[in-house]
């Protein structure tokens, strides 16, 4: 079972390199120039918005040409003509619940895709919000979310060593009380899930077991894991949605409440980048609307409370200076029926239009009014103009930061993109410079470019490797540092201030340098390559005194072990009963023999201290019968000569206490008729042997 599964069955260079015994400069890598770089700084927010139930598109977003066939073959549920809001674009007109979405409109933040859907059109609830949710025409053959995919390949490494100083903040956050399919990856959920930050309590105790190489370890490992990442971002959440603010009141309903606890968050500086919330009860197949005014009822009560609550957050929004950064998308499982039925309603349908609101979109009317026949009946629907995975992939590329090889991963294949965001906005090669002002827009993915987009000269972090034993004890000077470059094409010169030494890694010393005898303290490595003016790359790398040794240990005295886990260094040596080995891993088992053991932890810094165990292993005594009458018997292994059996009775006192010869058969017999009968606890020492258990006396 995968853990991803495990988990779905339970519920639904910033870094500094003292810190590290040894560094890989991957590590030390914020990541690529995408709006998930980090969650240290404001950047790009999506916030989606899902309209559960299947919205009525056509009730949403009418096309004006075709009212005459509208209220020809969808009379109980089209709309009053006087009532519809113009929107003086693309003869097209807007519920008049949506009279914000005119105000967008006209400020040019609203973005209008008709008729999105997909390829032969699934009418259940549940598999067409699978279809949406994996980005996946054939769900049932996907378990990963699009966005889960999305998050996992900006973050390969995830959940492990999450949340970190790069990304305190939680990658995308759930509004509710479950887990979507949205964000589950292959590997994990990418997501956090949160209903009330401000009544946040530790959802457990904070705890750090070792479990075993097993299946059954790994899922508790992996459990732990998640366990303790939760606790570690929620107490961020309710910190940041304490210190964030609502200027402008949101409506008391559910959808109003949702975006108002985002809004904290963002204002209360969560740096979080995709947000989820969601508003259902569009599964109108009856009372949709009130027989005497169709401009009413439960469909115009849906829009009004997304309408209103939408404004409430783009002008807490504008107020806060974060209306630039955010992205707002809303989507539905499916549309509704072009005629309604005989109950106020429509049923499930086909295609629907989406919007996008945000100061970055690019405001054209995507798509053409459909062509409605003024007879159509109940076989009759609307045609896709545009592919549900045409507008993720668009997002992912022009709005998420993603590149053509991220987008395509994440869906499967490669799709046409779709104009959402103004060109201006766009990073098309993905350098950190929008296109505006991109004077060099083809530069190859990771290249380092100057403030025109410009390829300049770099050389990947990682072209350095940089190791350090990282610690000295106070007093000595056995710091160590050793230095190599993958590309050995150039000449690089290397100062470090601190020592005031200059070096060089050259074809004469093969590119490697070891600079040692270093004393606590921290060392700037500025490397420069030969005839590349302005070239300059620092490291930063402490040599700190190391932490006390710090172990904790288990034993199984079945198997005679005793397992340690360790930390302090990455070289252990391990003293058992005068016999020393070394070993490289901070968790490892050491075989343990009958009778007591001294067990001797230590590193090669005498500084870190000495662990020291004396572990009692017992040979395993048998014994028969029990319940017992007359005879005793206890079967001793081992290669002790003799014994002590001591009987106890229940409130501990000693009844009789036996000294014995083992014999060569390994039997002793305890003769036990002087005894009365009762339950008695039999104690049975030696050299090797130390075990107590109950008899029964009859």
């Known amino acids: 079972m995968k853990r991803r599964d495990f988990l779905h069955k339970l519920s639904h260079a910033s870094i500094y390199p003292s810190l590290l015994d040894s560094i890989n400069i991957d590590d030390l890598l914020i990541g690529s120039n995408t709006t998930l770089s980090n969650t240290l700084s404001r950047d790009r927010i999506l916030i989606l918005i899902k ?58 933040r609203l973005k209008i895709i008709q008729s999105v859907g997909y390829e032969t059109p699934n009418y259940s609830h549940f598999h067409s919000m699978d279809i949406w949710m994996t980005g996946v025409e054939k769900a049932l053959t996907e378990y990963s979310g699009w966005l889960g995919r999305y998050l996992e390949n900006q973050h390969p490494n995830f959940p492990n060593q999450y949340p970190n100083s790069n990304y305190p903040d939680p990658l995308a956050l759930e509004i509710g009380y479950n887990s979507s399919l949205l964000f589950n990856g292959k590997n994990s959920f990418t997501s956090v899930v949160c209903q009330d930050p401000e009544n946040f309590f530790e959802i457990i105790n904070e705890f750090d077991y070792s479990y075993p190489d097993t299946p059954k370890g790994n899922k508790l490992n992996f459990l732990q894991l998640i366990s303790n990442q939760s606790n570690l971002y929620n107490f961020q959440l309710k910190d ?14 559910s959808i109003g409440r949702q975006l108002s606890i985002i809004n ?7 740096n979080t980048r995709i947000y989820i919330a969601q508003l259902g009860g569009f599964d109108t197949h009856s009372n949709q609307v009130e027989s005497n005014d169709t401009s009413q009822g439960l469909h115009a009560d849906l829009l009004k409370q997304l309408n209103d609550s939408i404004e409430s957050l783009i002008k807490n929004l504008d107020d806060s200076n974060n209306s630039d950064r955010v992205l707002l998308m809303t989507f539905s499982e499916f549309g509704r029926t072009v005629i309604s039925n005989g109950s106020n309603g429509t049923d499930h349908g086909t295609v629907a239009p989406m919007f996008f609101i945000g100061n970055k979109v690019n405001y ?70 929008s296109d505006d002002r991109d004077l060099c827009n083809t530069t190859p993915l990771g290249a380092m470019v100057n403030t025109d987009g410009c390829e300049i000269f770099s050389l990947p972090a990682d072209n350095y490797s940089i190791q350090t034993n990282g610690v000295s004890c106070s007093g000595k000077t056995n710091g160590v540092i050793s230095i190599s470059v993958s590309n050995t094409e150039h000449i690089y010169n290397l100062s470090i201030p601190e020592t005031e030494g200059s070096y060089s890694l050259n074809s004469e010393n093969d590119h490697q340098l070891v600079i040692d005898e270093l004393e606590i303290g921290s060392y700037t490595l500025n490397f420069t390559v030969e005839g590349q003016e302005g070239y300059l790359q620092t490291f930063e790398i402490g040599i700190t005194e190391p932490p006390a040794l710090s172990a904790k240990s288990s034993v199984n005295q079945k198997g005679k072990t005793m397992t340690v886990k360790l930390s302090g260094s990455d070289l252990y040596y391990a003293e058992v009963n005068g016999d020393r080995r070394s070993y490289k891993l901070d968790n490892f088992t050491l075989q343990l023999r009958p009778g007591m053991n001294t067990v001797k ?7 870190q201290g000495v662990h020291v165990e004396q572990v009692f292993i017992s040979e395993q005594v048998k014994h028969y019968p029990n319940p017992v009458q007359g005879e005793l018997n206890l079967v001793i292994p081992g290669e002790d000569r003799e014994t002590t059996v ?14 014995e010869q083992i014999p060569f058969s390994r039997i002793v017999t305890i003769n036990t008729t002087g005894l009365r009968t009762e339950i008695y606890v039999v104690k049975v020492n030696g050299q090797t042997v130390e075990q107590t258990f109950k008899m029964i006396k009859r």
């Not at 932890?601 to 500084?607: F, G, K, L, R």
């Not at 001591?646 to 000294?659: F, V």
């Open 51 to 108: 309209l559960d139930g299947g919205n009525d598109g056509l009730n949403t977003l009418m096309p004006l040409d075709q009212l005459s066939s509208l209220n020809n073959i969808r009379k109980q549920v089209v709309l009053p003509d006087e009532k519809i809001i113009n929107l003086n674009k693309n003869n097209l007109g807007l519920h008049p619940s949506l009279s914000f979405f005119k105000e967008l409109e006209i400020q040019k």
């Open 240 to 253: 940041r949605y304490n210190k964030g603010y609502n200027k402008f009141l949101f409506p008391n309903t």
């Open 264 to 270: 904290k968050l963002i204002t209360g500086g969560l």
């Open 364 to 433: 054209d009317v995507l798509g053409y009014n459909p062509n409605i026949p003024n007879d159509a009946d109940w076989t009759y629907e609307m045609k896709m103009q545009y592919d549900f995975r045409q507008v993720y992939y668009s997002v992912i590329k022009q709005w998420l930061g993603g590149n053509e090889d991220t987008a395509e991963n994440v869906l499967f294949k490669k799709f046409d993109q779709l104009p959402i965001i103004q060109g201006k906005y766009i990073d098309t090669d993905g350098d950190g410079v």
């Open 601 to 607: 932890i230590s590193t090669p810094q005498d500084c």
């Open 646 to 659: 001591a009987i106890y009775n229940r409130s501990g006192s000693l009844i009789k206490r036996y000294q």
